[in-house]
């Protein structure tokens, strides 16, 4: 059964249209990521929730955003999507106690990805 | 900052051999890890590694992790077509995930 869901698993937007990628996980893990892969490349973390706090890696543009609705649920939003940004997006999720907190941890989970393509 | 180095990138071997792949990190981890991905899929959880010293292994792959040396290796034994995929290792530290380049594996006959 899947555990962390990406819809859609393909998503073509023509240049410069707001697009959105959604992410829904049935574990409770409290920590979601999102990372951008390109062709032949490692993935690159966007940013991460840890619980409601949200954390933007510092070379993430602008035109990349992130919703955090509830607990299940992260949404990747571009807002106006280039070329550049054609590629296969990944959703992650983990359970990370906080300090002090032992036996919380678990590994990252992903889901199996929403390829882009910008027109 | 974290950094996370793979070597080699790239690994063209015949069925039958043995080889090594090798993950550099540059600073202390809470956990490694090594993940599989074939062609447009995504990734696929392979072993998660804790503590220094930790050998886990699955059919043909055994991973180990020396975190004093700041090191993980991923040992292929008498590689098999079905291997071919790209591998990648990942460390995570204070909540983030961060990846290596990736080694491409490519089995020939």
């Known amino acids: 059964d899947a555990m962390v869901i990406q819809n859609p698993r393909y998503q073509v937007t023509q240049f410069g249209k707001p697009v959105t990628l959604s992410c829904s996980q049935t574990l409770n893990h409290n920590v979601m990521y999102w990372y951008q892969q390109k062709s032949s490349q490692a993935p690159k973390l966007l940013f991460h929730y840890y619980d409601k706090d949200f954390n933007n890696e510092a070379d993430t543009p602008d035109n990349f955003q992130s919703r955090r609705p509830n607990t299940s649920f992260c949404f990747l939003d571009i807002r106006s999507p280039g070329l550049g940004d054609a590629a296969m997006y990944l959703c992650?999720?983990?359970?990370?106690?906080?300090?002090?907190?032992?036996?919380?941890?678990?590994?990252?989970?992903f889901g199996q990805g929403t390829r882009l393509t910008v027109v | 900052e974290l950094k996370v180095e793979q070597n080699p990138l790239f690994l063209s071997m015949q069925e039958g051999k043995n080889y090594t792949i090798y993950c550099n990190y540059s600073t202390t981890s809470d956990r490694l890890y090594w993940y599989r991905q074939d062609p447009g899929k995504s990734l696929e959880s392979l072993f998660v590694?804790?503590?220094?010293?930790a050998v886990k292994q699955e059919g043909r792959l055994m991973a180990s992790l020396d975190t004093k040396a700041r090191l993980s290796t991923l040992h292929i034994t008498a590689a098999v077509h079905d291997l071919s995929a790209t591998y990648f290792c990942?460390?995570?530290?204070?909540?983030?995930?961060?990846f290596g380049q990736g080694t491409t594996l490519q089995v020939k006959p």
């Open positions: 590694l804790l503590s220094n010293g």
């Open positions: 990942a460390v995570e530290r204070t909540g983030k995930l961060i």
């Open positions: 992650a999720t983990s359970r990370e106690g906080r300090q002090g907190v032992l036996g919380m941890n678990t590994e990252a989970f």
